[in-house]
Structures are given as C-alpha cells and as structure tokens.
Nanobody
Framework: QVQLVESGGGLVQAGGSLRLSCAAS????????MGWYRQAPGKDDEFVAD????????IYADSVKGRFTISRDNAKNTLYLQMNSLKPEDTAIYSC?????????????????WGQGTQVTVSS
C-alpha cells in the first residue's frame, strides 16, 4: 500500500506562487508514474499535470501550461507542483496520484493511489 499526503496549499493573491508537495510512504514510488488533479467547487475533477517515473516526460493541461511545473525527487519519494502566475480560476482542491503497474493471475492491471488533497485559494 502507498499513502500520499499533499501539503503546501493555502491562500495567495493572483499573480503569486505556491509549491505543492506530495509525500509518499509505505513503499517507494520511484517506478510509478504520478500526477496532479484538481477539483474546483461545483466542477468535475480536472487533469493538471503528469510525470513519468523517470521524471523525463511531463504533460500539462493547456490551462496551466507555461505557469505550472511538475517534478519529482525519487530519493525523497516526493512529487511537486510549482505553481506560478496563479489566477483565481486555479482555486481548487489539488490531489496527487501514483499509478503502479502490477501483474496478477488475471493479467496486468494498474493500481491508482490518491492523496486527500490540499486546498489552493487564489484571491483576485
């Protein structure tokens, strides 16, 4: 089992920056692809960014491209999201996930672990 705990959220003015962290425990996540999602009030979950297990490949939602940077430190078992030039529309609960490719009697499957989330509020 993997436990994920997000931190770093808070209240910031528009144009400001925050750095979110997602600390993993229970087992190393160095071979897991990981990502960030967010959910704004009254809206569905929205993909934010993703990073492969090497850290060499990243993907971003168009809405955050150029402003957010996803990274990871496998030695610390931690995922990060640097958020710059924040906008009020970035206000949401941000959650991280870790995806483990596994094999069983019925074949290959993916186990997805989620954190509880951290609130980010951007004031105008």
């Amino acid at each position: 089992q993997v436990q994920l705990v997000e931190s770093g959220g808070g209240l910031v003015q528009a144009g400001g920056s925050l750095r979110l962290s997602c600390a993993a425990s229970g087992r190393p996540v160095s071979t897991y692809n990981m990502g960030w999602y967010r959910q704004a009030p009254g809206k569905d979950d929205e993909f934010v960014a993703d990073i492969d297990w090497t850290g060499g490949s990243t993907i971003y939602a168009d809405s955050v491209k150029g402003r957010f940077t996803i990274s990871r430190d496998n030695a610390k078992n931690t995922l990060y999201l640097q958020m710059n030039s924040l906008k009020p529309e970035d206000t949401a609960i941000y959650s991280c996930n870790a995806r483990a490719a596994e094999s069983g009697d019925s074949g290959d499957y993916t186990t997805i672990y989620w954190g509880q989330g951290t609130q980010v509020t951007v004031s105008s």
